[in-house]
């Protein structure tokens, strides 16, 4: 059984994981909503006006009051601004398992910021919620992302073929995984 708890302060060696508060906005457009190229990756639309971002705060603000809800801002502790996301952002009660997903911005991207963020949620989705599995995914192509996923100890698991449809080509997901037992010789930051 898991024990939602929402979303917690987590904090690693340079980074501080905690809910997004309005006062992101202009951080979040600076370093990564506003930007095609990072958005494009992540597979989200972009957000340039303040009214924009304002939004989508407001839903993921709101989406707090649930307890399964696990979506935080990624603070650099040197200058205090966000500089990305992480979230579990598919979680499966029932079968104990939910997926990351994740975005930096690109100035920020090969520092291994993305890799210690990945680590600590994992482990505070082994830890504080009890999950049994956590499952990733990453673009056809995407060979940043598949560098951090092998570096958090995730195994692939397989390929959905043609499974998106961008710019006019289809793209493969690659899914990887990994399980609790695992995950037990990682040091946990939290």
Partial sequence: ???HCGTGIINTERLTLRRFTYEDSEAMRKNWVSDPKVQGMYG????????EITGL?????????KQDIYRWAIILKESEECIGQIAFFMVNSQNHFAEIEYCIGRQFQKRG???EATQAVIDYGFEKINLHKVQI???QGNEASERVIRKCGFRYEGTLRDSL?????YKDKLYY???KHESKDRVSDI
């Fill in 44 to 51: 989200e639309p972009v957000y340039e006006s303040k009214g």
């Fill in 177 to 179: 995984s990994i399980l």
């Fill in 113 to 115: 910021l993305a890799t």
């Fill in 165 to 169: 449809f961008i710019e006019g080509h």
């Fill in 1 to 3: 059984m898991l024990t």
């Fill in 137 to 139: 995914c990453h673009r």
């Fill in 57 to 65: 705060l407001k839903k993921y603000i709101e989406a707090y009051e």
